[in-house]
């Protein structure tokens, strides 16, 4: 995990603008909110992924800063005051606490297409792999996908969910973006059979969900000092969180289901998908 997050690191700072470049502000932001600090999950997940298609390191290194834009870039705007309204991110000042708000709203524009535009340089090679990798990135950021996701949450404040419709809400604002880390990292090497393709899906789509699950539970249980964001604050504002439905006991139960259910889709792998298992226990079992 460290050799990855590190190579990810790396290949974020060259591929983001530099600070001194015009407008030098709004590029000084964009480093701010994106390097040093986060788990690089998605990255993570991008780099294990392509070990089961063979993708090269380069390739995935790309693909891997993509999600990774895009999911800061989420970050940023849903830190802003007409969103979350949060103060604190990575054990930071969120970029609109630190800059202004109209450069934190820019920040997040100039990262999503960033994104895209790094996963369209020719260098890359095979435009057919890499239009579906546009498109499935696409998909997954946008009103039926993460956006959409981000939508349905702030529509429910104050309301109470069952459990098809809360599991609807992450799949869209969670769920989408992990699973097109672990099928973009797939796309990036040889292709997969149908089955190894259905499968591999199937355990993205359970991660992506166990992610959120993890993640209401330690909204709940760890400190503010630990998350490095303000803990307890979707209680607080009344949102609908898997705790909250369930129970902390049963929610923990159900997060071991999910990653029993996860890892049960790998077994077509073999020890191919070593590093996707071990991600899934990480997912399951992080304490922050």
């Known amino acids: ?59 995935l290194e790309v693909a891997a800063c993509a999600v990774e834009m895009i999911h800061v870039y989420s970050l940023v705007h849903d830190d802003l005051p007409c969103m979350d309204d949060d103060v604190l991110r990575r054990g ?79 799949a869209l604002k969670t769920g989408a973006l992990i699973r097109a880390a672990v099928l973009l990292g797939a796309l990036a090497g040889n292709p997969l059979d149908a089955e190894a393709e259905h499968q591999l899906d199937r355990f993205a789509k359970r991660a992506g969900l166990l992610f959120q699950v993890v993640d209401d539970i330690l909204d709940c249980t760890a400190s503010t000092a630990t998350l490095g964001k303000t803990a307890g604050k979707d209680e607080a504002a009344d949102k609908p969180t898997y705790v909250a439905l369930l129970g902390l006991e049963r929610a923990r139960a159900y997060a071991e289901e999910l990653r029993t259910e996860a890892l049960a889709a790998l077994s077509v792998f073999g020890e191919r998908a070593s590093r996707l298992i071990q991600l899934a226990d990480f997912i399951c079992h992080r304490q922050f």
């Open 1 to 59: 995990m460290a050799t990855t997050q590190q190579r990810v690191e790396q290949a974020l700072s060259q591929h983001l603008p530099s600070a001194d470049r015009i407008p030098a502000r709004l590029h000084a932001a964009m480093r701010y909110a994106t390097l040093g600090g986060g788990k690089r999950v998605r990255p993570l997940l991008v780099f294990a992924a392509g070990e089961l298609s063979g993708a090269p390191v380069e390739r």
């Open 92 to 170: 930071r000042p969120t970029c609109h606490v630190e800059y202004d708000e109209p450069t934190a709203l820019l920040v997040g524009d100039s990262l999503q297409t960033r994104a895209f535009e790094i996963l369209a340089d020719p260098a890359l090679g095979d435009p057919a792999r890499q239009l579906k990798m546009i498109a499935q990135l696409a998909h997954a950021s946008g009103s039926c996908g993460m956006a959409g996701g981000q939508a349905i949450d702030l529509a429910s404040v104050g309301q109470t969910l069952n459990q098809t419709e809360l599991e609807l809400m992450h």
